[in-house]
């Protein structure tokens, strides 16, 4: 039998959590934070505050874990407020002209948290805000989907477990939230998902925050999807591929320092969660806990890791508090074994942001160079049958304003997201919670996007990927997506708010499900998401 092999003693063990606790935990909070909602994890503000970070008007600092709060949101726009008044000699008029219409909606967006926080240029109310919110109906989302299939289903990734069925489907969300003084926040999106097979009425998403006064902490308790690591095509640890998990989550509201002589060091930000997988995973109920934390020694550099534990489950040897605490640390424990009670995988991702890029290379104004690293626990000491993702993000290329590239390659050895006593694998109701090409695969993508604030959006994405590497047979998958956005369709009619999405995607499959046959999927849709 093998035996377990320990990278730490426990007691080392113990104290490395301890540290991540304290970290995530014990900060102090320099700044006032009333209780918000999340920003939903494919809200446009994600990718807007990223494109001005890389060209150095946003905290780098907040690119890599969601979702964040709506309060967070609104100082990370107000930092780019502040700093837009000093880089504008850095940017020509049609530059200028661009990061004016964006911040503008980034301002709209979030004008009442930015007004809570005293930002006085999105101030448009001759009263004080009333302490207590409710939004029976701030938004709806209907999206409609013809699937032309060669075989009965398949997942629409990232899309939070979305399964399309051959004919046409259908997903309408809605979403309600409501704030309580200083007190709390509380957020619930209802949804149904419609095919010509059958209807199925979910919480698509519901979660409630509370902000301790005077704590540099956020507790979130509810169902929600996140998104670890600085890739766009996928991650190792946590996406959207997988239907939302119902999570309890504690994040920092701030970077922070270190104190004392450590201070000078960089800045600190992590978030900490545990959910349950269902009925259905094997073993049956398993407990699913991971934390991520960051590091930001530069305003240019950023290094993360990142760790997931699964323990526990109908038939696996019983787990304590001791066991837990010890065994979700730094480290994880290398080896398995018939009385190994739990699963690891950890990252590591590095993230370097290149300004005014465009000085001395014609190319770009800006860019951001990145890499995650994962590991499976295995029977020996170092880990070396690893996963990895490398990309880049290219900003107002040849010098376009809202002309982005990104490219991004993924590999994933056979062992990952696989384990011999959680049978299911790294899995949340039958997808992937990871990257959605799963183990002993590769994925290579390359997006471009013409993006201009408050007209449209064009969005071409071409990726090629291999599943089942060491098999006889290997699936092979190109896929184009192209992509209209209209973010003001309506407004012609004096109809404010709505925005209209057309799309398509063409599935060249062969070898599907790593047999001889071949495949060819047509999806087109279209998507309207209106805003009270």
Same mark, same amino acid.
């Given at each position: 039998m093998v035996q377990k092999i320990m990278l730490w003693s426990s007691g080392a063990k113990l104290r490395a959590f301890i540290l991540i606790l304290s970290f995530i935990f014990l900060a102090p909070c320099i700044l006032e934070a009333s209780p918000s909602v999340d920003v939903p994890l494919r809200h446009w503000s994600y990718d807007a505050i990223e494109k001005l970070a890389i060209i150095g008007l946003c905290d780098i600092a907040d690119i890599g874990i969601r979702p964040v709060s709506r309060i967070k949101m609104a100082y990370i726009v107000k930092t780019a407020i502040d700093k837009a008044r000093d880089y504008d000699k &850095?940017?020509? @008029?049609? &530059?200028?002209? +661009? !990061?004016?219409?964006? !911040?503008?909606?980034? $301002? %709209?967006?979030?004008?009442?948290?930015?007004?809570?926080?005293?930002?006085?240029? =999105?101030?448009?109310?001759?009263?004080?805000?009333?302490?207590?919110? !409710?939004? $029976?109906?701030?938004?709806?989302?209907?999206?409609?989907? +013809?699937? /032309?299939? *060669?075989? *009965?289903?398949?997942?629409?990734?990232?899309? %939070?477990? @979305?399964?399309?069925? *051959?004919?046409?489907? =259908? #997903?309408?969300?809605?979403?309600?939230? =409501? /704030?309580?003084?200083?007190?709390?926040a509380f957020s619930i999106t209802p949804g149904i998902r419609y095919s010509s097979e059958d209807t199925d009425v979910n919480i698509e998403d519901a979660h409630l925050r509370i902000n301790p006064t005077g704590w540099n902490t956020e507790y979130a308790i509810g169902r929600s999807s996140m998104w670890w690591g600085p890739g766009f095509h996928g991650s190792i640890l946590m996406t959207d591929n997988a239907f939302p998990m119902d999570t309890f989550r504690i994040n920092n509201i701030w970077p922070f320092r270190l104190p004392w002589i450590f201070k000078n060091m960089g800045r600190w930000s992590g978030t900490w969660f545990i959910s349950r997988l269902e009925k259905k995973f094997n073993p049956s109920y398993a407990m699913f806990s991971g934390w991520k934390l960051d590091y930001i020694p530069a305003e240019f550099l950023k290094f993360g890791v990142g760790h997931i534990m699964m323990f526990g489950g109908k038939g696996v040897n019983g787990y304590g508090f001791h066991d837990f605490i010890g065994n979700s640390s730094l480290f994880f424990s290398s080896g398995g074994g018939a009385d190994d009670p739990e699963n690891h995988i950890m990252s590591w991702d590095a993230q370097l942001f290149l300004r005014r890029i465009d000085r001395f290379l014609p190319i770009a104004t800006g860019a951001k160079l990145y890499t995650e690293w994962g590991a499976e626990d295995e029977s020996?000491?170092?880990?070396?049958?690893? =996963?990895?993702?490398?990309?880049? +993000?290219?900003? *107002?290329?040849?010098?376009?304003?809202?002309? %982005?590239?990104?490219?991004?390659?993924? #590999?994933?050895?056979? $062992?990952? +997201?696989?384990?011999?006593?959680y049978i299911s694998g790294y899995m949340h109701k039958g997808n992937f919670i990871g990257h959605h090409a799963g183990g002993d695969s590769e994925d290579v993508s390359l997006s471009g996007i013409f993006n201009f604030p408050d007209e449209y959006k064009f969005s071409a994405t071409f990726s090629h990927m291999r599943r089942g590497l060491t098999k006889a047979f290997i699936e092979t998958t190109n896929q184009i997506r192209l992509e209209f956005s209209l973010t003001d369709a309506l407004k012609t009619y004096n109809i404010k708010d709505v925005e209209v999405t057309l799309f398509y995607e063409l599935d060249d499959i062969t070898n599907l499900e790593n047999a001889g046959s071949t495949a060819n999927n047509h999806i087109i849709g279209a998507e309207v998401t209106r805003k009270f």
């Open positions: &850095e940017f020509d @008029w049609n &530059e200028q002209d +661009y !990061l004016e219409t964006l !911040l503008n909606k980034l $301002i %709209d967006e979030f004008r009442i948290e930015l007004v809570s926080i005293g930002v006085e240029v =999105a101030s448009t109310f001759n009263q004080p805000l009333p302490k207590n919110t !409710l939004k $029976i109906l701030n938004d709806v989302k209907i999206e409609k989907v +013809y699937a /032309k299939l *060669d075989k *009965d289903r398949m997942l629409f990734e990232n899309k %939070d477990g @979305w399964i399309l069925k *051959d004919g046409f489907n =259908a #997903r309408i969300k809605a979403t309600a939230w =409501a /704030k309580l003084s200083e007190l709390c020996k000491s170092i880990p070396v049958d690893l =996963a990895s993702i490398t990309g880049a +993000y290219f900003t *107002d290329v040849f010098k376009i304003p809202g002309f %982005d590239v990104k490219a991004e390659i993924a #590999r994933f050895h056979k $062992i990952f +997201y696989t384990h011999f006593k």
